[in-house]
């Protein structure tokens, strides 16, 4: 049979909510870093193939 849980305090759901609001917070910065490195990337490496004129025939 089903039993409910005790309740949580404000202080404690309000810390267990900025943990997750803050772990979060890391994944989205991560990605954000990551995909603006990708660009950047990708950017020097069309930069250095007009430079250099190389062409790829497929």
């Known amino acids: 049979m089903a039993v409910p ?3 949580v305090s404000k202080s404690k ?4 909510k900025k943990n ?3 772990k979060s917070y890391k994944n989205v910065f ?3 870093s990551l995909s ?4 950047k990337n990708k950017i ?3 930069l250095q ?8 025939n497929s």
């Open 13 to 16: 759901k309000r810390m267990h």
């Open 20 to 22: 997750w609001y803050k």
């Open 44 to 46: 020097k490496l069309l």
């Open 30 to 32: 991560k990605a954000i």
């Open 36 to 39: 603006n490195s990708n660009i």
């Open 49 to 56: 193939i007009k430079k250099f004129g190389f062409t790829f």
């Open 5 to 7: 849980k005790k309740r």
